[in-house]
């Protein structure tokens, strides 16, 4: 981030094992004091990791600070289909019912997180496809570690490796799954 950032190593993986998967071998990785990931194509720019790294470094308490496509000053949702904007919101209003009450966009794809978070997310997640995000919040939340929504401004591509019937699926059942283990205390330190 404009002098800021100094490191980065690239991680290959012999095999797909889903975005989840990926995303928890770069935490264990990581070194910094802030982790961040973001989608492959890039459709919320880098120039976001300059800004969220100051707001999550004003604010101590912070430890997962999530992008927000529902944020009052996000932009960028043209380009959707009617289709995606439907399963967007079918599964956002999905996830409030069962697990998430109060967080209105689990699944946009920038976050970034303090290094403590990163290293209990990488220990306490289980889900290695596409719904490995809820499970983030479900681990801040049950450990009462601070997250904050930011604005993204979204230049939307249309390429996307979701596949809506499939993998809407395979995220319902990884939500009951999380579910189960909340009650079973998986998330939460000993």
């Known amino acids: 981030f404009k002098g800021q950032l100094n490191y980065y190593r690239v991680i290959n993986l012999p095999q797909n094992h889903g975005k989840g998967f990926a995303v928890r071998a770069g935490m264990k990785a ?14 919320y720019g880098m120039e976001i990791f300059a800004d969220m790294y100051k707001f999550m470094k004003a604010d101590e308490n912070i430890y997962l600070l999530y992008g927000s496509r529902a944020h009052p000053q996000s932009q ?38 303090r290094k403590e978070f990163a290293a209990l997310a990488a220990d306490k997640l289980t889900v290695d496809r596409f719904a490995f995000d809820i499970e983030l919040f479900i681990i801040a939340k049950e450990n009462n570690l601070e997250f904050h929504d930011f604005p993204v401004s979204l230049h939307h591509r249309e390429e996307t490796s979701v596949r809506l019937i499939k993998d809407a699926w395979s995220m319902f059942k990884d939500i009951w799954r999380m579910k189960i283990n909340s009650w079973r205390g998986r998330y939460k330190v000993k």
Not at 30 to 43: H, I, K, M, P
Not at 80 to 104: C, G, K, W
């Open 30 to 43: 990581a070194r910094g004091a802030y982790v961040v990931f973001t989608d492959t194509d890039l459709s």
């Open 76 to 113: 960028g949702y043209s380009g959707y289909t009617a289709l995606r904007r439907f399963s967007s919101l079918l599964f956002s209003n999905l996830v409030r019912f069962m697990v998430l009450q109060d967080i209105q966009d689990t699944q946009c794809g920038v976050k970034m997180f």
